[in-house]
């Protein structure tokens, strides 16, 4: 579990990377209302990785107190939410490094 969580972390801190240089360069933008500051300020993308590692790392520290007093449903279940993260995580550095480097939107256009 901890490998993946330091999968996780590297994909947060890579996505927070590649956001930014994706909008600096202007291959891109923002599309997201709650984090469309970074289309004016893209230097916030950079400090943007600190609250999701703090919450992958409360999950973590919860995951090992929950197997250390046996709760095996939750063990589980922080397993699954954590692996679904780092895939979800995976996903969006994939696109924003295909815009980046193919200036491809993997994403089909809003309706």
């Excluded at 600190?50 to 279940?77: H, K």
Aim: proline share 6%; charged share 10%; glycine share 4%.
């Amino acid at each position: 579990m901890f490998g993946l969580v330091l999968v996780l972390v590297a994909l947060i801190i890579a996505d927070a990377a590649v956001t930014y240089f994706v909008i600096a360069t202007g291959a891109g933008y923002e599309a997201n209302p709650a984090w469309q500051v970074f289309n004016e300020r893209p230097e916030l993308a950079l400090a943007a990785w600190i609250p999701p590692v703090l919450l992958v790392l409360l999950v973590w520290a919860l995951r090992e107190l929950a197997a250390a007093r046996g709760f095996r449903t939750a063990v589980r279940t922080a397993d699954v939410l954590t692996a679904l993260a780092a895939v979800h995580r995976a996903v969006v550095v994939a696109h924003n490094l295909s815009i980046l480097l193919f200036g491809v939107d993997l994403l089909p256009p809003p309706a």
